[in-house]
């Protein structure tokens, strides 16, 4: 969302190592959207059981090259897979 905002600038643009899956791309956005410290949250937003976030997030994080959940949403703006398009206004509480 800080970038939406404006609070943080875009990245430049990467290319994306390979191609995110489904699940993948529903990881990234629920990450993006939601607060990462709840699991319940990004397991809803996705429309996955919460107990399989830890197992799919770790794939993902591998997949992106992507030190953690914070780090992986800066690359996903990187890689122009988020946009403000995709996030226009901050989602509701």
């Given amino acids: 969302m800080s970038v939406v905002t404006g609070e943080l600038p875009l990245p430049e643009l990467l290319s994306a190592p390979t191609l995110f899956d489904e699940m993948g791309r529903l990881l990234l956005r629920a990450y993006a ?20 976030i830890p197992g799919n997030t770790a ?9 953690n ?7 996903r703006h990187a890689y122009g897979l988020l946009t403000t398009v995709d996030v226009s206004t901050p989602p509701p509480t």
Avoid: P, Y
């Fill in 33 to 52: 959207l939601r607060d990462a410290a709840s699991a319940n949250a990004i397991a809803r937003h996705a429309g996955i059981d919460q107990f399989d």
């Fill in 69 to 75: 959940e914070t780090h992986l949403i800066r690359l």
């Fill in 59 to 67: 794939r993902l994080l591998a997949k992106a090259g992507a030190d």
